[in-house]
């Protein structure tokens, strides 16, 4: 927020409705690269994620917080999952609205709609990911998943590095023409493939919500960067342990990786530790190397933390307030 034009008896207000006019897929990469940089280098934390069955419209409802010292954003996103909103209200299910606050004074700030900024923040992830650790002539981009996340996840992948050719697989396979559709937009070609078939991805993203391992070790060649985006609760599961065991594994954040994220399998079985599991902040900050190889398997354990949706979230209201669009209610 720009603070030459706004005071502390200002709230900044950003719909839902907006969020679409206000961020671009390079302010959420931008945003997301920040952050992850910012938590490797000690200046920005997450707070403990708090979840809970409301016993209510069956929902699950929590809140997701932290702090970045470096940019000055502090806050948190409220919201969950209400699973008869699209029969009942034709809502859709997901629903959650960020509030930023003044670090200095703890005044709030701002409320922004966080539905489309979730997706488009997450769909940042996978693509910092693969900037920072695919290799630099991977050419096949393999799509696990094809639902409501998948198509941002493609969309934002395509933008980010110049990949020919998407091949993707779905546990659902009529569900494959959302993939299609987003290729065809972009330009790229796009084929439906078995299981095995993605051997010939250079790059894989799976977000699923499956909650057994789908991508194999005998399915992913040498060189191979995976982000592995759908596993963000107790029990789910992409990807096999053993694949993760013979990978080096980099995290938006490690203690979510071990305990909600795709690691927590192969931690449990003993086949990776915690410690093995690097920040990808730091590979963006150049304090790790990342990939070092053209043979190595590299994963990025995407879990989703508070930080990315309040960094994105700043930058949605810079850009309303500078464009002159932000609804501003004294206070
Ligand atoms: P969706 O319901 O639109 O799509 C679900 C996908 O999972 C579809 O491709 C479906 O075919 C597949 N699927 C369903 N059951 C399966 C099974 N048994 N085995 C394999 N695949 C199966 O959901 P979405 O909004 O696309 O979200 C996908 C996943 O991403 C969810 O697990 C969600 O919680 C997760 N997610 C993660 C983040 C993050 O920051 N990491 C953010 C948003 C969503």
Redesign the pocket.
Known sequence: MDGAQMTQHELVIVPEGMIADMLTRKSAFDAVENVFAAMAAGDAYNFPVVREAIGHEDALYGFKGGFDRAGGVLGLKAGGYWPHNLERRGLINHQSTVFLFDPDSGRVKAMVGGNLL?ALR?AA?SSVSIRHLARKDARVLGMI??????TFQLRAALETHGFEKVIGW???PE?LSNLASVAEEMDVPFEAVDLPDMIRADAIIT?????AP?LLAEHVSPGTHIAC??T?TTG?QEVSADLLAGATVFADEVAQSVSIGEAQHAIKDGLLADTDIHQLGSVINSAHPGRISDEQITVFD???VGLQDLAVAASIVDAAVSSGQATVVPI
């Open positions: 979730t997450t992830a998943g094809a639902g409501h996340q998948a779905n546990y659902h569900m977000i699923t919500s499956s909650f789908t985006m759908g963000d789910k995407g879990t989703g």
